[in-house]
Each structure stands twice: as C-alpha cells, then as structure tokens.
Nanobody, 120 residues
Framework: HVQLVESGGGSVQAGESLRLSCVAS???????MGWFRRLPGQEREGVAA???????DYADSVNGRFTISEDSAKNALYLQMNSLKPEDSAMYHC????????????????WGQGTQVTVS
C-alpha cells in the first residue's frame, strides 16, 4: 500500500523560504514524482516534477525560485521554496506514479493529503 505524507508547510512573509517534505512508504524511490498545488477556487496545477532518471520540470511561475529533489536513502521528496510570494499560497500535494507525467495532474496514481502554505 503506497502512502505519501507531506509536511513543512506554514505561514511566512513574502520573500521568505520554506522546505516541503514528502515521505513515501510502500515503495522505494527513485520513482516519478511531483509537487502540485491547489489555489482557492482553482484547479490543481503542477509546480515541479522529477523523473526516476533525475530530469526535472518546473512551472514557469516558480522556475528559479523552487527546487525539487529526492533523497532515496530517506525515501523522501523535497520542495525548496525560496523568495515566496503571496500568490504561492495554496495547499501543496506530492504525487507519485510508475510513469513520468511531468507537470500534468493526469496519470499520477498516488497522492498525499497535502500541506498548507500561506504567504502574506
């Protein structure tokens, strides 16, 4: 049974940083994984993704500010978020799949419950 648990969200001021973590159980990294966010009243959108071979994709809105990474030893996925903006406020979810779907929300089989990020 695959389970993803996110942590690291919180409330910060604009310009500050946060690091989100996603600990996976039920399978072993590396795997195709991504971070997604849902802004209030909007559809879920892809933020950053990492394939099993290490290639990454970023949304234009976060490119240069956010970094996705994996730690296979800890079976964990991370999202380092720097220079946060109020428009980054959202519920952030990690997701995993056996195939690489990049920033598309379609195709990811497993999802975590999310961690809230609020930037003021």
């Amino acid at each position: 049974h695959v389970q993803l648990v996110e942590s690291g969200g919180g409330s910060v001021q604009a310009g500050e940083s946060l690091r989100l973590s996603c600990v996976a159980s039920g399978y072993t990294l590396p795997m195709n994984m991504g971070w997604f966010r849902r802004l209030p009243g909007q559809e879920r959108e892809g933020v950053a993704a990492i394939a099993g071979d290490g290639r990454t994709d970023y949304a234009d809105s976060v490119n240069g500010r956010f970094t996705i990474s994996e730690d296979s030893a800890k079976n964990a996925l991370y999202l380092q978020m720097n220079s946060l903006k109020p428009e980054d406020s959202a519920m952030y979810h990690c997701a995993a799949s056996s195939e690489y779907y990049g920033l598309s929300t379609l195709g990811y089989n497993y999802w975590g419950q999310g961690t809230q990020v609020t930037v003021s």
